[in-house]
């Protein structure tokens, strides 16, 4: 069996209970050593075998994986966040079971729910945004055309956006040509949850100006949107005023359904 694990956003602490019982079980840990805080590997076990992916290609990660499996050793692929998340991971499920070769997931924490924990963030606010675009950049790799930054700013909803820091002044004239103000409120989180963790809070006419002064270049999420502002509505869910199936509503104005005056 191949268990493709998430590491979460970067702490040691912050991978799954379930992911830490599997690194410590596992033969064979394949792990993404450009992004895998490598402090997870410490509970490996002594004979355990490591590879960094960050060095191999997908052909060379998937013969590892089958051979292990073939020899009938516990292999841990290990990917940074969450593995749905720009990890690359379809590829490799394709190959493995091209070979015949069972594989499970045990999900992780996403560095974009870290991002919002450093930020003390909400990304869904009622009457601000109830919806979250996570997307990226194209660069080295294409984006499809009809995903494109500017297309998605329209919505005006929250926008967290993956390995796009290196091109900001780009992104920002993105974002505005989309709709989105230059005073738009928004954040540049480095390294979520890490022990060098920086959270730089700008707008989105002075993303680029902030990355530039405090040298970030790459390893940090871009959060686009008024949720970052000081705004938004009291939430119904527990409002007395609002009925559900475990709270009857109090009565006063507005709990028959219709407007208050």
Same mark, same amino acid.
Request: proline share 4%; glycine share 12%.
């Given at each position: 069996?191949? /268990?493709? /694990?998430?590491?979460?956003?970067?702490?040691?602490?912050?991978?799954?209970?379930?992911?830490?019982? !599997?690194?410590?079980?596992? *033969?064979?840990?394949?792990?993404?050593?450009?992004?895998?805080?490598?402090?997870?590997?410490?509970? +490996?076990?002594?004979?355990?075998?490591?590879?960094?992916?960050?060095?191999?290609? !997908?052909?060379? /990660?998937? *013969?590892?994986?089958?051979?292990?499996?073939?020899?009938?050793?516990?292999?841990?692929?290990?990917?940074?966040? *969450?593995?749905? !998340?720009?990890?690359?991971?379809?590829?490799?499920? *394709?190959?493995?079971?091209?070979?015949?070769?069972?594989?499970?997931?045990?999900?992780?924490?996403?560095?974009?729910?870290?991002?919002?924990?450093?930020?003390?963030?909400?990304?869904?606010?009622?009457?601000?945004?109830?919806?979250?675009?996570?997307?990226?950049?194209?660069?080295?790799?294409?984006?499809?055309?009809?995903?494109?930054?500017?297309?998605?700013?329209?919505?005006?909803?929250?926008?967290?956006?993956?390995?796009?820091?290196?091109?900001?002044?780009?992104?920002?004239?993105?974002?505005?040509?989309?709709?989105?103000?230059?005073?738009?409120?928004?954040?540049?989180?480095?390294?979520?949850?890490?022990?060098?963790? +920086? /959270?730089?809070?700008?707008?989105?006419?002075?993303?680029?100006?902030?990355?530039?002064?405090?040298?970030?270049?790459?390893?940090?999420?871009?959060?686009?949107?008024?949720?970052?502002?000081?705004?938004?509505?009291?939430?119904?869910?527990?409002?007395?005023?609002?009925?559900?199936?475990?709270?009857?509503?109090? +009565?006063?104005?507005?709990?028959?359904?219709?407007?208050?005056?």
């Amino acid at each position: 069996m191949v /268990v493709f /694990v998430g590491a979460g956003p970067g702490a040691e602490d912050l991978i799954t209970v379930r992911g830490q019982r !599997l690194l410590a079980q596992a *033969d064979i840990i394949v792990y993404a050593g450009s992004l895998v805080n490598p402090g997870l590997l410490d509970i +490996k076990k002594q004979n355990c075998r490591v590879y960094n992916s960050a060095y191999m290609t !997908l052909e060379e /990660v998937l *013969d590892v994986m089958i051979q292990g499996e073939r020899d009938n050793k516990r292999v841990v692929r290990l990917h940074t966040g *969450d593995p749905c !998340l720009y990890g690359a991971v379809r590829e490799q499920m *394709d190959g493995l079971e091209k070979a015949g070769v069972a594989y499970e997931v045990c999900p992780g924490v996403s560095s974009f729910c870290g991002a919002a924990a450093a930020l003390g963030a909400e990304y869904t606010l009622p009457g601000i945004s109830q919806s979250v675009v996570i997307t990226r950049m194209a660069g080295r790799t294409a984006v499809p055309q009809k995903e494109s930054i500017k297309d998605f700013a329209a919505h005006q909803a929250t926008m967290v956006v993956f390995l796009s820091t290196g091109m900001l002044p780009a992104l920002a004239a993105e974002l505005q040509a989309g709709g989105y103000a230059s005073e738009t409120p928004a954040a540049i989180v480095y390294k979520a949850s890490w022990p060098d963790e +920086k /959270v730089l809070r700008c707008t989105v006419g002075t993303l680029a100006d902030t990355a530039r002064r405090e040298g970030i270049t790459k390893t940090a999420l871009i959060v686009i949107g008024d949720i970052l502002g000081g705004g938004y509505e009291r939430s119904k869910l527990y409002d007395p005023t609002f009925g559900t199936e475990f709270r009857s509503a109090v +009565k006063g104005e507005g709990t028959d359904g219709t407007d208050p005056e």
